[in-house]
């Protein structure tokens, strides 16, 4: 023979108008997967913003305390002089933190409150619009926070039963669904009711080790990395929202994988006598699942680059539309993706190939 | 004369064709209900401590109307002014706050309740074990199995170590666990004297009424419980609204490329049957309500399967994962249904405009 006839090219072209909504249903499905693997991603960047940008490099907390956001950590700001003595710290700050909830136009919006001394460490690292916190009765709010909202530069908003004014707009302060507000030291020391104490010390320590080992031993505090923070962050939102995420992966992997079965086994169940002929033929039960899994794993193929463009498109409209929510995909995720889609036209070839295995070749000379 | 169902027929003609489509538009509502299912399980849980207390009015910090990511402080004195108040049968402050509980094997985000012995706010039914006495804590079933405690057992929070004397339930939720401690211990421990996070209420008049005097006299928040309830839910809910919906949309979108597969693979299918009833004088109409009533029981037999699906993932997942309750609503269900509804109606789009170009003559050719 000449050479092979391309039958799950010309099957799968055949019909134009299945083959665009075969491809859609995979698409959205394998969408939604980079979707919701983006918004993970995302979170696992955002969730860590304070820890990697604020400029110190040891945080000292609580004894036993593992996290900057969700455990509360509180003692005895005066380990902050101790520190400072110290000649190798070059600055140690103390800064007050809690996680908030605020009405905003009768909507609940939780918030990470951190209160830090003007001029120290621990405040807003960049300053979008606006200025810095210099006095008591004054707030910086992330931008994506306030755009959100509609609050803006001057207005005065209550927290904890205090009025604040709005002084400055800071950007990439956002820990995923949560926005960070900057207070002085003092301001949060009163709305927690907790004057001389801090929830941690940013250090910024020419030798950390030396340092770590002091506020272990001398002080009985707890030191922690920026980098043992922030991976401790991004574990803890992981418990949190990993099973509902996974759950949410599985099934649309799920509808991605009956899509494609669906569409190639309508497809087959059409062109029976066809296949009756190519048995008669003489093929076996493999050249069968190849010609299926070659129809497959275009659909598969198609549906991962149309999908690929809905996750773009989707991404680009939620971070505009909704910018507390932020989607990144790293390449290994894609590729990651791009191998779930070829699994999926792998799976889904199965139902197609066993219509046709049970298929009698002398069917194709009967009416 | 009886009808003949004929759309009902056509659908369930090619059995397993019918089983895919069936099964991928369930699949892709059970992506919407799962979620629902979660969020609803997780606003029943986070408001659990407070919708079983026996408390009548919370009050609160000034502006703060909830105990989830919050925090709240005000002062142990305003406990006596309340109990002074006319309407006021008694008052019981609480201590609160996020943090973890750690065992040599897990470590738990959890609610820490300091509760005064024989007050409201301690754990309303111990399932096993007794109350705390000094130094001691009661856990949630839950967090001690995650945790590998049992009574007798250390765990460490608050910067100390507590050794557990019983376990209370249904206090663990998608987030953090509930733990109980006396409240004395729980301000020696934190090193505050006269405060207070919340103060329990309980009301011989209407909450109503008592809480807005409490307001009044003490400048403090007082919430009847349902309400402050309420205020709880309504975080879980904002914050969930827009990740809500576009999951609902993806989902939606996925159910609809599978309806409109389907159908327009069967419409395909039978085109030769659909002129042969146009030959035999059967109005486009009747055609119409034909391949409307496919699209229903499809839509019909993929939203039972969502539900059965649903109520079986809730089971799997009480089991495999304790944190992670599933609850699905009435209300769930109906909105789920009416959006498959919409869905079969656009999907059967494509089939109706392939059925109504059909020309009656195709009936005499051959295929």
């Given at each position: 023979m000449a050479g092979t006839v391309p039958l799950s090219r010309r099957n799968i072209l055949t019909d134009r108008r299945r083959l665009?909504?075969?491809?859609?249903?995979?698409?959205?499905?394998?969408?939604?997967?980079?979707?919701?693997?983006?918004?993970?991603?995302?979170?696992?960047?955002?969730?860590?913003?304070y820890e990697e940008n604020v400029g110190a490099n040891l945080f000292v907390g609580e004894k036993g305390v593992r996290n900057f956001l969700g455990e509360v950590s509180a003692f005895d700001s005066s380990a902050v002089d101790e520190l400072r003595r110290r000649p190798e710290v070059k600055a140690a700050w103390p800064v007050n933190t809690r996680f908030i909830v605020l009405d905003f136009h009768d909507r609940k919006q939780a918030a990470v409150l951190v209160g830090s001394?003007?001029?120290?460490?621990?405040?807003?690292?960049?300053?979008?619009?606006?200025?810095?916190?210099?006095?008591?009765?004054?707030?910086?709010?992330?931008?994506?926070?306030?755009?959100?909202?509609?609050?803006?530069?001057?207005?005065?908003?209550?927290?904890?039963?205090?009025?604040f004014r709005v002084v400055g707009l800071s950007s990439g302060t956002r820990a995923w669904m949560l926005g960070y507000m900057f207070v002085s030291h003092d301001a949060s020391a009163g709305l927690l009711r907790s004057p001389g104490t801090a929830s941690f010390i940013l250090v910024d320590s020419e030798d950390p080790a030396a340092t770590a080992r002091a506020v272990r031993e001398e002080l009985g505090l707890q030191p922690l990395s920026p980098d043992t923070v922030a991976e401790n962050d991004r574990r803890l939102f992981a418990g949190i929202f990993g099973g509902p995420l996974n759950l949410m992966v599985i099934i649309a992997f799920a509808a991605g994988t009956l899509i494609i079965a669906l569409a190639v086994y309508s497809m087959t169940v059409e062109r029976l006598r066809e296949y009756g002929i190519v048995k008669a033929m003489g093929a076996r039960r493999g050249r069968i699942f190849r010609i299926m899994l070659g129809q497959t794993t275009a659909l598969a193929a198609l549906g991962f680059v149309v999908g690929f463009g809905f996750y773009l498109a989707a991404s680009a409209l939620i971070t505009y539309a909704l910018p507390q929510f932020w989607s990144h995909v790293s390449p290994a995720v894609v590729a990651g993706v791009a191998l779930a889609a070829g699994l999926m036209g792998f799976i889904a070839a199965f139902v197609p190939a066993r219509r046709v295995s049970r298929l009698d070749p002398a069917s194709v000379y009967r009416g | 004369m009886k009808r003949v169902p004929v759309g009902r027929r056509n659908l369930f003609a090619e059995r397993r064709r019918a089983l895919l489509g069936v099964a991928g538009v369930g699949v892709a509502l059970l992506m919407v209900l799962a979620l629902d299912g979660i969020f609803a399980g997780a606003m029943k849980r986070v408001t659990a401590y407070i919708d079983t207390s026996p408390a009548d009015i919370i009050v609160s910090q000034r502006g703060v109307k909830g105990m989830h990511m919050t925090s709240s402080s005000l002062p142990l004195s305003a406990v006596e002014d309340i109990r002074r108040m006319k309407g006021v049968s008694r008052a019981d402050p609480i201590l609160f706050e996020t943090n973890s509980l750690k065992s040599p094997k897990a470590r738990a985000l959890s609610y820490v309740i300091g509760y005064v012995p024989g007050g409201r706010g301690g754990p309303v039914t111990i399932t096993k074990g007794r109350p705390p006495g000094p130094g001691e804590i009661v856990l949630d079933e839950s967090a001690a199995s995650k945790l590998g405690v049992s009574i007798g057992s250390d765990v460490s929070t608050l910067g100390r170590s507590w050794k557990v004397s019983g376990f209370t339930g249904g206090l663990t939720n998608i987030v953090n666990t509930t733990a109980f401690v006396r409240f004395d211990d729980?301000?020696?421990?934190?090193?505050?004297?006269?405060?207070?996070?919340?103060?329990?209420?309980?009301?011989?008049?209407?909450?109503?009424?008592?809480?807005?005097?409490?307001?009044?006299?003490?400048?403090?928040?007082?919430?009847?419980?349902?309400?402050?309830?309420?205020?709880?839910?309504?975080?879980?809910?904002?914050?969930?609204?827009?990740?809500?919906?576009?999951?609902?949309?993806?989902?939606?979108?996925?159910?609809?490329?599978?309806i409109g597969l389907t159908l327009y693979a069967d419409t395909l299918a039978r085109l030769r049957e659909v002129g042969v009833m146009k030959a035999l004088g059967t109005r486009t109409r009747r055609?119409?309500?034909?391949?409307?009533?496919?699209?229903?029981?499809?839509?019909?037999?993929?939203?039972?399967?969502?539900?059965?699906?649903?109520?079986?993932?809730?089971?799997?997942?009480?089991r495999a994962a304790s944190n992670i309750s599933i609850e699905v609503t009435a209300v769930s269900i109906a909105r789920v249904a009416i959006g498959a509804g919409v869905v079969a109606a656009i999907g059967a789009v494509a089939p109706l405009a392939r059925v109504a170009r059909v020309?009656?003559?195709?009936?005499?050719?051959?295929?």
């Open positions: 665009v909504i075969s491809v859609l249903g995979v698409a959205v499905s394998i969408g939604l997967i980079l979707l919701l693997e983006g918004l993970w991603g995302g979170l696992r960047v955002q969730v860590s913003s001394v003007p001029g120290g460490m621990g405040g807003p690292w960049k300053i979008a619009e606006g200025r810095p916190v210099e006095a008591d009765d004054e707030v910086v709010i992330d931008r994506a926070l306030a755009r959100q909202h509609g609050v803006g530069l001057g207005e005065t908003f209550e927290i904890l039963g205090r009025r | 729980y301000a020696a421990a934190r090193g505050t004297t006269g405060t207070a996070s919340y103060i329990l209420v309980g009301a011989e008049s209407p909450a109503g009424a008592v809480a807005r005097e409490i307001e009044k006299e003490t400048g403090l928040t007082a919430l009847p419980r349902p309400e402050f309830s309420r205020e709880e839910a309504k975080l879980v809910r904002d914050m969930s609204t827009q990740i809500m919906q576009i999951m609902t949309i993806a989902a939606l979108l996925i159910a609809l490329a599978v055609l119409a309500l034909i391949v409307l009533s496919q699209a229903a029981w499809m839509a019909g037999a993929a939203m039972a399967l969502s539900i059965v699906l649903a109520f079986a993932l809730a089971a799997v997942m009480s020309d009656p003559a195709t009936v005499f050719r051959r295929q």
